[in-house]
């Protein structure tokens, strides 16, 4: 099975810096439609979980453009420009493999403010 | 706007099964898989298993193989998770989920609570 190995999984950071979350896949994400079903959640405490990076580096509706995603392969990236009060929580990297049909789910990683 | 509302919590002793339902309403029902994913108390996120209710095409997670059924109710566009020989370990808040190229809507979960 696909294994999702995310780090940190703990990232204090001071308000207005940069952070960044890596997500890294035990085999290529590649499916054979050829494209990559890699995106990022965002889960604030007592809230279900809610969409910001899809297919690698696609903003979701109304995620603000501070957040980006990038990678390729096995590798892949969250990166928060500047961290705003809001963006605490727990982030997640999720993939879907084809054959057989399972999703899985990185570790999270917590985010919190300095 | 397009919604997945879940039914509420639930207590049940070891050995008893949950049935817990998810409307969905504000697009096409039928158009996109459904998603059951669960989450234990402080810890992450788990897959459970799939249903396209077009065509109730389904998928389940190796861990849960004979334990758990995913249905669809498409007269009420309702789907349905139910997880049975419920033992402690199956605590756990547990979600539905829209698959629209990613899990973009969720439901607000439902808490089972397994105490005996």
């Known amino acids: 099975d696909v294994v999702l190995t995310q780090t940190p999984l703990s990232s204090p950071v001071t308000l207005g810096q940069p952070a960044s979350i890596s997500c890294r896949s035990s085999e290529s994400l590649v499916h054979s439609d050829g494209n990559t079903y890699l995106s990022w959640l965002h889960q604030r405490p007592g809230q279900p979980p809610r969409l910001l990076i899809y297919k690698i580096s696609n903003r979701f509706s109304g995620v603000p453009d501070r957040f980006s995603g990038s990678g390729a392969g096995t590798d892949f990236t969250l990166k928060i420009s500047r961290v705003e009060a809001e963006d605490v929580g727990v982030y997640y990297c999720m993939q879907a493999t084809q054959f057989p049909p399972v999703w899985t789910f990185g570790q999270g990683t917590k985010v919190e403010i300095k | 706007q397009v919604q997945l509302a879940q039914s509420g919590a639930e207590v049940k002793k070891p050995g008893a099964s949950v049935k817990v339902s998810c409307k969905a309403s504000?697009?096409?029902?039928?158009?996109?898989?459904i998603h059951w994913v669960r989450q234990a108390p402080g810890q992450g996120l788990e897959w459970m298993a799939m249903?396209?209710?077009?065509?109730?095409?389904?998928s389940y997670a190796q861990n849960f193989q004979g334990r758990l059924t995913v249905t669809v109710d498409t007269s009420t566009t309702t789907l349905y998770m139910e997880l049975s020989s419920l033992r402690s370990e199956d605590t756990a808040l547990y979600f539905c989920?829209?698959?629209?190229?990613?899990?973009?809507?969720w439901g607000q979960g439902t808490m089972v609570t397994v105490s005996s």
């Open positions: 249903i396209l209710p077009g065509g109730a095409t389904t």
């Open positions: 989920a829209r698959d629209n190229q990613a899990f973009d809507v």
């Open positions: 504000g697009y096409t029902f039928g158009h996109n898989y």
